[in-house]
Each structure stands twice: as C-alpha cells, then as structure tokens.
C-alpha cells in the first residue's frame, strides 16, 4: 500500500513555520516511490528539494554523522546537496500521519550510465571522500560496525528458499556451488583500519550535472568501513554488470584513486568482504520479501525486480581474481 503524503499547501505552512520564511513558499510535487515523496519547494528566491519518508526517523547520531561527511566531502571539492536544518537546528523534522521531512539544496541532476561515466571521474571521487573522512571504528551513536557489510547469511540458509517453487529457484540453485567460495573472502571488519563512509555509492546515487559535474546523494548509510572495501565496492557497482566485467575501466578507476591520494587499497582476497557481504544479505531480504505473504503486493513485485538484478549482478569467484590481478600493479 503506497503511504499516504502530506499536501503541498500544508507542507508549505509547515516549512514556513519551521524554517522562518516568509512570502510566497511554494510546493510542488515530484517523484514518488514507496516510501516517501521528493518535492520541489521555492522560497526566498532559492530551490529545494523536500524529502518526506512514511516511518521511524534516522537517529541523531546517524543524522550527524551524515551531515558532517558531507560537509567534509563539500570542503575537499565534491558536488553534494547540502542538508539544511531548521530555526531549531534540526536537520529532520516531523511531518503529518508518521512521516518526517528533510531539506536539501534542490540540484538539476540526471542518471548516467556506467559506461558513459568516466572511470577516473570515480576514482577522483571517490578519494575525495575517503581523504576527507575522519577515522570512525563504530556505527554512529556507538557499536561494532555493521554486520551486513562484513558478515553473509549462513550457508545453510539459502536451501530452503531454493524450494519455494519461485521462479527464480532454479537460477538460485545454479548460483549456490559457488557460495562457499565466495563467502570464504568474507573477514570481519578492522574497526581501527575504518573511516566515515557513504557505503552506497551505486549507479543511483552518483548522478550528474549539465556542467558534467558527478554529485553524491542519499547518504543515508554513512558508517565505518575499510576504505579499501569500499573501493572493491564501487569497482564492481558500476563496472561489473553480471558476465560484463570492464577490467579496463576497473583499472583505470583504480589508477586514478590512487593517483588523487586515496587511502584505500584492493590487494587481497578479503578486500571484497563489503561487496560479497551486502551483495548476498540484500540478495536474501529481497528473497524473504518476496516469499512473505504479508507484504504487500507492491513490495513483492519490487523484490522480483531487484532479485533479477540482484542474482544477475552477485559477482563469481573468478571475476574477483580477475579484479586482484588487474590491480597488481597498481601501487
């Protein structure tokens, strides 16, 4: 069932109230997804955009995290919109029916292809980041850091949903050989070895400028994390598209981190820990969605799709040892 959204006219009194404008404020929708609503305010001569979500806020500490990276990444010279808080200092704030509101700069942006972006534009990108990110050993507001990128399911987990009768099954089957291998790259996370990281830098949420500036959004995510796994990460989120492994583009994006001083370095086997580990929980939530009668019908056409890529993009052995050799000689 799609939530039910605010209108813009009393989103409109609610931000004049909370932001202390005033004269015409002006509220228009945009895009819609399950969740939530992204709309288009004008006031004071400026544009924003207004992300309302249905359902719990993000903690302070997340909030704060968030807010100081991007302003860290803004400094070292990377395109972000920026979070603006309330009169109160509040970077969330409630809005009608459980939902919260945030307030972001509003910039012009488009999706790019992987294959039309410039691999050392990402790889400058990405050591921007990681150069202006301040050490961070536990998830904000405190704990190890996070399961999902460091530990995959258990190995006897996935037979049972091979069973379902669901038509991704046998393409699930098909995959399960190759589990053991490649859960074996799998290691706990060195909290002392992290930094403060984005830690969902996929295709979405890369996009760009007419000036064909790359902007960072969604940094909902910001934790700890090994800066090198992150960059075995974003090597195969935008290079590796099932069998379609740009090992050229791989490398020079590689290169190019290096050369702009990124921190961050892929030289072994457990350097893929973050890809494999969130490829393979995401992969299996979607699956629990899909097969979990009390979801919504929504939701479980949404897991059907993002199982098919899901299944499509989790990355083989093989093309992990292909990645390791590429970049070999790179240092």
């Known amino acids: 069932m799609t939530p039910s959204m605010g209108s813009g006219s009393d989103l409109a009194a609610r931000l004049r109230v909370a932001y202390g404008w005033t004269g015409d404020v002006r509220v228009e929708p945009g895009r819609r997804g399950a969740e939530g609503r992204v709309w288009r305010v004008t006031a004071g001569g400026r544009q924003y955009a207004l992300k309302e979500v249905v359902g719990a806020p993000p ?138 990281c984005h830690r969902d830098l996929h295709p979405e949420n890369v996009l760009v400028e007419a000036s064909g500036a790359l902007v960072v959004v969604d940094w909902d995510d910001v934790g700890p994390a090994q800066p090198g796994r992150e960059l075995a990460k974003l090597v195969f989120d935008w290079f590796c598209d099932g069998p379609a492994f740009d090992l050229q583009a791989a490398r020079e994006l590689y290169s190019a981190y290096i050369d702009e001083g990124g921190p961050g370095r892929v030289v072994e086997a457990s350097d893929f820990s973050m890809l494999v580990a969130a490829r393979l929980n995401f992969l299996r939530l979607q699956l629990r969605i899909a097969l979990d009668p009390h979801a919504s019908r929504e939701h479980r056409a949404w897991a059907d799709q993002e199982i098919d890529e899901a299944l499509r993009i989790l990355p083989t052995p093989r093309q992990l040892g292909e990645a390791l050799e590429a970049f070999s000689d790179v240092h």
């Open 59 to 196: 903690a302070a500490a997340a909030v704060a995290a968030q807010v100081d990276l991007m302003q860290r990444a803004a400094a070292a010279g990377v395109r972000v919109a920026a979070s603006h808080p309330d009169r109160a200092g509040r970077h969330v704030i409630p809005g009608d029916d459980g939902s919260w509101l945030r307030l972001y700069d509003w910039v012009d942006v488009r999706p790019i292809e992987p294959s039309a972006c410039g691999a050392r534009s990402l790889g400058v990108l990405l050591a921007r980041l990681h150069r202006s990110a301040p050490a961070c050993g536990s998830e904000p507001g405190g704990g190890v850091p996070s399961r999902w990128y460091d530990r995959a399911p258990d190995l006897t987990s996935w037979s049972p949903l091979c069973t379902s009768g669901a038509w991704w099954c046998d393409r699930l089957t098909a995959r399960l050989a190759e589990l053991p291998l490649l859960c074996e790259r799998v290691t706990p996370t060195d909290p002392q070895r992290c930094l403060s």
